[in-house]
């Protein structure tokens, strides 16, 4: 079986900046991360904002997506909302009705516990990747319960992590950075897996530290 990667990506803060060709470096990393995993690569866009017409960022993520090369623009297979209570299909109908998730929920742990639970039944998805820019909201996805699925946090952020409980690699955003990777990861934070990369803001640190972890994982296997 090929191995599988899942993206949960929140929103606002994080990636609704690429246009006007300030997404660049986003689409390039991402397409290095899709070689990775053979084209095995699906994102899951999740954020705590309401569901509603008036609330929903659907509109919002359908305008930031048309700046998404199509090809690109088709791994975006999902929409989690409302404190992870909601899921809409992206793809390949991005028009599709909401659906019901998980009524109980109420943190974004809960959505990607829930997601995998239940559009993942087969363990297809080996490995997860969370993007996020807040330390309260999006952090808590690496506590997530998903077996043994790999798992890694991408904090986009200039503020401090040295208190958030996690192994943290501070990525350097000075080039050439980071040619051994792997090797400065396991010396510094002895773990190349259930860690924080923790990057710059918006899509231009996003789009850096998702070019990180294919890095990291091309030399893994190495």
Known sequence: ????????????GTFDDVSE???????RELNKLDKVFDGN???VVITSAYAGIEQSIRGD?????????????????YLIEENSKYITPLNPNPFCERQN???NGSTKQDGVEAFLKQYD?????DTCIFVGDSIVADLQMLDSNIGNRNKIMIMATRRSLKSCGHPVYKLSMKPPADL????????KVGTINNF???TSNYSYGVGKGIGAVAKLLEDREK
């Open 121 to 125: 039944k087969d363990g297809e998805i």
């Open 1 to 12: 079986m090929k191995k599988k990667a899942a993206i949960f990506m929140d929103y606002n």
């Open 196 to 198: 924080i990369l923790h």
């Open 21 to 27: 060709g300030k997404g660049y470096i986003l689409f």
């Open 41 to 43: 690569l699906e994102i």
């Open 61 to 77: 993520l359908f305008s930031t997506l048309s700046y998404f090369p199509e090809p690109l623009r088709n791994k975006f297979a």
């Open 101 to 103: 998730l998980n009524e």
């Open 180 to 187: 051994n990777l792997k090797k400065d990861i396991e010396e």
